[in-house]
């Protein structure tokens, strides 16, 4: 009668080689899983900005500088749009950012958009409103993008980028004439001054 071995090295590695390869595979079904949601290097980002309507107009100057900077934009057939009239038939101003003032961060930027976006003229100003001591000046960069209904994404019209150097100094930056797909028209783009702030309802 031939006694019990005890529990030999042999069968010890072969747990040891189960408990690794089941560590593996658990490794490896997690990697998996993650694989679709890792931005690849280079890749195009998403269109995740989606505007609010079919026009989006937004300008941005420095961030955490005290200067307050107005966006003032105007639909067709439809009054100046900007902080003392937040909102038209065709534009709405989303956001007045007076600079530091009130402003727990110090992003500085002005948002307005179209509803529905109608065939005709549009005009974007920048209003310096106040000018801090100390800043001689205040660069500013405009940025027009459009969602034409018949497209899935959306399409910029326009960046420009000006210098507003003096208190009270309202410039026109860009004038541009909508079609019915929603796309600026060919050789429509312009910056010939029309004054908005204080420009009646309804005129130019």
Same mark, same amino acid.
């Given at each position: 009668?031939?006694?019990? &071995?005890?529990?030999?090295? !042999?069968?010890?590695?072969?747990?040891?080689?189960?408990?690794?390869?089941?560590?593996?595979?658990?490794?490896? @079904?997690?990697?998996?899983?993650? $694989?679709?949601?890792?931005?690849?290097?280079?890749?195009?980002?998403?269109?995740? &900005?989606?505007?609010?309507?079919? $026009?989006?107009?937004?300008?941005?100057?420095p961030d955490g500088s005290d200067a307050d900077v107005d966006?003032?934009? !105007?639909?067709?057939?439809?009054?100046?749009?900007?902080?003392?009239?937040?909102?038209?038939?065709?534009? +709405? $101003?989303?956001?007045? +950012?007076?600079?530091?003032?009130?402003?727990?961060?110090?992003?500085?930027?002005?948002?307005?958009?179209?509803?529905?976006?109608?065939?005709?003229?549009?005009?974007?100003? $920048?209003?310096?409103?106040?000018?801090?001591?100390?800043?001689?000046?205040?660069?500013?960069?405009?940025?027009v993008v459009a969602r034409p209904r018949s497209a899935s994404?959306?399409?910029?019209? @326009?960046? &420009?980028?000006?210098?507003?150097?003096r208190e009270g100094e309202e410039l026109t930056v860009l004038?541009?004439?909508?079609?019915?797909?929603?796309?600026?028209?060919?050789?429509?783009?312009?910056?010939?001054?029309?004054?908005?702030?204080?420009?009646?309802?309804?005129?130019?």
């Open positions: 009668m031939h006694a019990l &071995r005890p529990f030999d090295d !042999q069968s010890e590695g072969t747990v040891f080689r189960d408990v690794v390869m089941l560590a593996l595979a658990g490794f490896v @079904a997690v990697v998996v899983l993650l $694989l679709p949601h890792i931005a690849r290097p280079g890749a195009e980002p998403s269109d995740d &900005r989606v505007p609010p309507g079919n $026009l989006f107009a937004e300008i941005r100057w966006l003032w934009v !105007q639909g067709p057939g439809d009054r100046p749009v900007g902080y003392s009239n937040r909102g038209g038939r065709v534009f +709405d $101003l989303l956001r007045d +950012d007076l600079g530091r003032r009130g402003d727990p961060g110090e992003l500085n930027t002005e948002i307005a958009y179209a509803r529905g976006a109608p065939p005709g003229e549009y005009t974007f100003n $920048l209003h310096l409103y106040r000018l801090p001591a100390g800043e001689r000046s205040v660069p500013v960069e405009l940025v994404r959306s399409v910029e019209l @326009a960046r &420009r980028r000006v210098v507003l150097e004038r541009l004439t909508l079609g019915a797909d929603g796309l600026a028209q060919p050789g429509s783009l312009h910056s010939l001054p029309r004054p908005l702030r204080n420009a009646r309802e309804g005129r130019s």
